[in-house]
């Protein structure tokens, strides 16, 4: 089974016909229920924010030239 093949979608009014007819839920029935996190787990964490943005790059290539990027993934 690959990712496709689990990827749901639906548009926002199938959705609304879906909750009105009762057929919506938002978590699955046979989704695993969450461990309880040890004791203590979270006495060490801290938020870590990163130091940089991210730079937005816009480039222009030649059909051809996306196309050879394409096919080497």
Do not use: N
Not at 13 to 18: C, L, P, V
Not at 41 to 49: E, L, S, T
């Amino acid at each position: 089974m690959t990712k496709k093949d689990t990827i749901k979608r639906y548009s926002m009014a199938e959705i609304k016909a879906m909750i009105a007819r009762g057929e919506y839920s938002p978590t699955p029935s046979d989704a695993p229920e969450a461990e309880p996190m040890p004791e203590g787990f979270w006495d060490r964490a801290k938020i870590v924010y990163p130091h940089e943005r991210k730079a937005s790059i816009h480039l222009r290539v030649d059909p051809d030239v996306l196309k050879w990027f394409k096919e080497q993934g």
